[in-house]
């Protein structure tokens, strides 16, 4: 059984990590997910990106008209909002990996 670790929580979603396994699971809307480190990685690179680039999609911010592509095999299509809250979702996560990495060193 894995031993889970919060590395981000909002009302859109959660990512939580495995201590043991380092498995990572994203929770997004309706889609769940199971990534590696360097996945979750991409996927916070992509979604920077897209947030950086994608602001004219800000003038309809309902429509889901932003693909980012989860892993090889899916991508995520979501609103300007939506791609706003994982965003943020991702960069917690990245600040609390960084903060147990920290920890672990010593």
């Known amino acids: 059984?894995?031993?889970?670790?919060?590395?981000?929580?909002?009302?859109?979603?959660?990512?939580?990590?495995?201590?043991?396994?380092?498995?990572?699971?994203?929770?997004?809307?309706?889609?769940?997910?199971?990534?590696?480190?360097?996945?979750?990685?991409?996927?916070?690179?992509?979604?920077?990106?897209?947030?950086?680039y994608g602001a004219a999609y800000s003038e309809a911010p309902g429509h889901r008209c932003i693909s980012v592509p989860l892993n090889q095999l899916m991508i995520l299509c979501l609103s300007w909002q939506e791609l706003v809250a994982l965003d943020e979702l991702l960069c917690q996560a990245g600040a609390m990996m960084e903060v147990y990495e920290m920890l672990a060193k010593g």
């Open 1 to 52: 059984m894995c031993d889970t670790q919060t590395l981000a929580a909002s009302a859109e979603g959660y990512i939580i990590r495995c201590s043991d396994c380092g498995r990572i699971q994203l929770c997004f809307g309706i889609a769940a997910v199971a990534l590696k480190s360097d996945q979750l990685k991409r996927l916070q690179t992509h979604t920077s990106e897209a947030v950086l």
